[in-house]
């Protein structure tokens, strides 16, 4: 994703791409190559040499060293990393210059949003979601509905495959296919990417999954329109909180939708004149549910209308919640003995997440959140999860059989819950 966000920024007007950082020198000469930029190296103690904007990027191999030169001056950060305690002191890092912060990072964005946008709140400037992004994209969406007077009822994922217990072994060729490391492979297609979204779309709209993983359909093999939607989910039987929810295998793929409700008859006449699709309520107050959505969601391509609107109007696509209603928690994805290790919650073959309500996770005893479950360094010194009791496969983890490792991100996590 940071290459597509390096290519997107320096071609957006008004922009500048001011630095590349990646522990990869590869990857900075492939920014450097898509952004037609010359790359000047940083030396990790600084001072910052000259550059020419809009014609030279700063490069390092360590983020923190560049973050920490006292010389260093931008406006907006936009973190790409799928790491969580990294990407959290990088963020960090940046809002104490005053600068704004772009997550292209779902996974730091549900685990330690709280703690980034307390922090944010004090130097006066924004965190946020990305704009291209499904979570980032609906929140747009529902913003418009709202103001136009619509109540919503439903903020749902248009996916294309769903494969919960998929492990690395059997996703590594279409990895490779895909340009993409196994591990983001597997979160993807076991469904726990999708879940992180959707908790992040629920904690800032006020939406809640009916069950734990949402309810979802899948069509199957043979496609369907997504405005079947309003046929599939029983609107009137719901909560009367607006609830997350998905699709599989539905055109337009990489879409969203949002389902919405009002009861004026003459707007609804309007509604059916503009071609909008509805189906009548039941309900004794009557009203109509109304189908929108977006065929596509185009990410890094997006991102500059989240730098732009953090910069120029001090204003979020999607904040960070300052509670969470919704977590993803982790479920055995296999049978797992007592001892097992896990190193990577999001994307391993050990288990996978679900979204739930905080308080019916907590009503069974307190559940895992997969973002927790992230292992430290490598090898013979790396630090994980131990199981201390045997789970059966689609079993949730309980909190209390989880023995954590004492590591920078746990760390950050007792941070963030000493806030509340």
Same mark, same amino acid.
């Given at each position: 994703?940071?290459?597509? !966000? ?15 950082? @990646?522990?990869?020198? @590869?990857?900075?000469?492939?920014? $450097? ?16 040499p ?9 490069? +390092?191999?360590?983020?923190?060293? &560049?973050?920490? &030169? ?7 950060? *936009? ?7 990294? %990407?959290? =002191?990088?963020?960090? %890092?940046?809002i104490?210059?005053? %600068?704004? #912060? *772009?997550?292209?990072?779902?996974? #730091? ?8 946008? =307390? ?6 400037? !924004? ?8 979570? /980032? ?27 919960? =217990?998929?492990v ?6 279409i ?6 490391? !196994? ?29 734990? /993983? ?11 329109? #997504?405005?079947? *939607? ?14 997350? @929810? ?9 879409? *969203? ?9 003459d707007?609804?006449? &309007? ?7 509805? !189906? ?21 391509l997006?991102?500059p ?20 209603? +919704?977590? #993803?928690?982790?479920?055995a994805?296999?049978?797992l ?35 927790a479950?992230? /292992?430290? /360094?490598?090898?013979?010194?790396a ?22 490792? @004492?590591?920078?991100?746990?760390? $950050? ?8």
């Open positions: 994703m940071g290459l597509g !966000v390096a290519w997107q920024v320096a071609r957006t007007p008004g922009m500048d791409l001011v630095f590349i950082t @990646d522990i990869s020198p @590869d990857a900075i000469a492939k920014g $450097l190559a898509s952004t037609n930029r010359s790359g000047i190296p940083v030396p990790t103690s600084g001072p910052l000259p550059r020419i904007p809009k014609s030279e990027v700063w490069t +390092s191999l360590d983020t923190a060293a &560049l973050l920490a &030169l006292p010389d260093l001056e931008f406006d907006v950060l *936009v973190e790409c990393t799928n790491t969580i305690a990294p %990407a959290t =002191h990088f963020c960090l %890092a940046a104490a210059k005053k %600068a704004h #912060v *772009v997550l292209m990072n779902a996974e #730091v964005d549900l685990a330690l949003g709280q703690l980034l946008k =307390h922090e944010a709140d004090k130097q006066g400037v !924004v965190v946020t979601s990305d704009a291209g992004d499904q979570h /980032g994209v609906l929140s747009t969406m529902i913003e418009e509905i709202e103001l136009w007077g619509f109540r919503i009822v439903q903020a749902g994922n248009i996916k294309g495959y769903l494969e919960r =217990h998929a690395a072994e059997s996703k590594r060729e990895a490779a296919n895909l340009k993409l490391s !196994v591990i983001q492979c597997i979160a993807y297609t076991d469904g726990t990417k999708l879940n992180i979204e959707m908790a992040l779309i629920g904690n800032g709209a006020g939406l809640v999954p009916l069950q734990p /993983g949402m309810r979802g359909h899948e069509f199957g093999s043979a496609k369907k329109d #997504v405005k079947e *939607v309003l046929d599939l989910f029983d609107f009137d039987a719901s909560s009367p909180t607006g609830h997350i @929810d998905y699709v599989v295998n539905a055109e337009p793929g990489g879409g *969203v939708y949002v389902v919405a409700w009002q009861d004026d008859a707007r609804h006449f &309007l509604m059916n004149y503009y071609k909008v699709n509805a !189906v009548a309520s039941k309900q004794a107050n009557g009203g109509w549910y109304y189908l929108f959505y977006r065929p596509y969601h185009l990410c890094t997006e991102t209308r989240a730098i732009a609107q953090a910069f120029f109007l001090n204003k979020p696509v999607l904040a960070p919640a300052a509670s969470k209603l +919704s977590d #993803v928690y982790a479920y994805k296999t049978d003995p007592a001892g097992t290790r896990i190193f990577h919650g999001i994307g391993g073959d050990e288990v996978y997440g679900l979204v739930e309500t905080c308080a019916a996770a907590d009503a069974r005893g307190g559940g895992v959140p997969v973002c479950l992230e /292992g430290e /360094g490598h090898g013979d010194h630090k994980a999860a131990i199981l201390t009791k045997a789970y059966r496969k689609d079993e949730p983890i309980a909190l209390a059989d989880i023995e954590f490792p @004492d590591t920078d991100l746990q760390r $950050l996590l007792k941070r963030q819950d000493a806030l509340t």
